[in-house]
């Protein structure tokens, strides 16, 4: 079966235990269970995953991108939270590893902090997909389905 991996990056594991006023209630599980309900639906499995650590993800990246080489994936659904503002490696990791990545975020970015509205990971996103809750998970997922098709 083909695959979409969903990868998550720094604190995204306390969805749903604090500041539900910025990223709603629904746990990290929750955002898992609608993932693989979307994949499913695309005839896709769901590989979701969540690291606090920058060179795990940027394993995970180099692994995803051998896959989808392989025909075994489609891509990335990517929310690498606040490494999204801060990680040259993880751009070049996406760029290096030819992965077609949809860059995902919870909370709409560009209504807060400005240290929020520059992302490293945009310029080599095949889409982005920003302020719609957990819900852009799914829209995400849909999006890299059809952009990656033939
Ligand atoms: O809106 C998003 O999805 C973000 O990627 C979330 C990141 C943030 O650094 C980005 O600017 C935007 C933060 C994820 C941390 O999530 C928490 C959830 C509950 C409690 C504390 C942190």
């Not at 609608?34 to 995953?49: N, S, Y």
């Not at 940027?58 to 051998?66: K, R, T």
């Not at 994936?73 to 949809?102: K, Q």
Request: aromatic share 6%; with cysteine; proline share 3%.
């Amino acid at each position: 079966m083909t695959s979409v991996l969903i990868l998550n990056g720094p604190n995204l594991n306390l969805l749903g235990t604090r500041r539900p006023e910025i990223y709603g209630s629904a746990t990290l599980a929750d955002v898992e269970e609608l993932c693989r309900q979307e994949a499913g639906k695309l005839g896709l499995d769901a590989v979701f995953r969540q690291s606090n650590h920058e060179g795990q993800l940027v394993d995970w990246i180099q692994e995803a991108g051998a896959e989808v080489k392989a025909g075994r994936c489609i891509g990335a659904v990517l929310n690498a939270g606040a490494y999204t503002h801060t990680s040259v490696a993880l751009h070049d990791a996406i760029e290096g590893a030819e992965l077609p990545v949809v860059e995902v975020h919870i909370s709409n970015v560009h209504r807060r902090e400005e240290f929020r509205h520059h992302s490293y990971l945009s310029p080599v996103a095949r889409g982005i997909v920003v302020g719609f809750g957990v819900y852009g998970y799914a829209l995400a997922v849909n999006g890299l389905y059809h952009a990656t098709r033939a």
